[in-house]
């Protein structure tokens, strides 16, 4: 099997024809991006009416979401969750919030009128749709895989879901540190 060796300390081997394989030892630098996951969801999720912060579902299955593994305890992960929300109220105000779950922990959270729609004294409630981005650092890993989920919680009106129409983007970036 051949080896690529630094200072006698192997930095990459490679078997047959297969394609070389750095060798665990070796340290990349701070900064350095380990690995990328990435999920991409078209499914209308379940109305999320709690004031809580609730992980959307599609019919009770776990659909919002990212999962990493072979992470390295003491790394961090970059989070970039893109996705097509939509609140509804039956009055003239709607307005709910994101967060994230890793795993069953919720480790970022914003207020319940975090996206909100006014519409004055109308009498046909207030709805609206958008494209909402989350990016945010976890920087409390502490297991070799997680995985991470968007919740929803409503704050005014009467639900916050996700939307089909627009395809929900799910990236995780294991960091170096």
């Known amino acids: 099997m051949p080896e690529i060796k630094i200072n006698n300390k192997t930095f990459a081997t490679q078997t047959g024809a297969a394609q070389p394989i750095i060798a665990n030892n070796v340290q990349f630098p701070a900064g350095h991006i380990v690995q990328t996951k990435f999920k991409s969801v078209s499914?209308?999720?379940?109305?999320?009416?709690?004031?809580?912060?609730?992980?959307?579902?599609?019919?009770?299955?776990?659909?919002?979401?990212?999962?990493?593994?072979?992470?390295?305890?003491?790394n961090a992960v970059a989070l970039h969750f893109c996705v097509a929300i939509h609140v509804e109220g039956s009055s003239s105000v709607a307005h709910g919030g994101l967060g994230i779950f890793r795993d069953t922990t919720k480790i970022y959270e914003t207020d319940t009128d975090a996206f909100q729609n006014y519409q004055g004294t109308s009498s046909s409630?207030?709805?609206?749709?958008?494209?909402?981005?989350?990016?945010?650092?976890?920087?409390?890993?502490?297991?070799?895989s997680h995985t991470y989920y968007l919740g929803g919680r409503m704050g005014t009106g009467d639900f916050i879901r996700v939307e089909a129409n627009v395809p929900s983007t799910f990236l995780a970036q294991e960091i170096q540190q």
Do not use: H, M, P, R
């Not at 999320?48 to 912060?53: E, G, H, N, P, Q």
């Not at 409630?125 to 070799?144: E, H, P, R, Y």
């Open 125 to 144: 409630g207030a709805k609206f749709s958008t494209l909402a981005n989350i990016l945010f650092i976890d920087t409390n890993i502490s297991s070799t």
């Open 43 to 74: 499914l209308l999720s379940v109305n999320v009416t709690s004031s809580t912060l609730t992980a959307f579902t599609n019919s009770s299955v776990q659909e919002y979401y990212v999962a990493i593994d072979n992470l390295t305890v003491g």
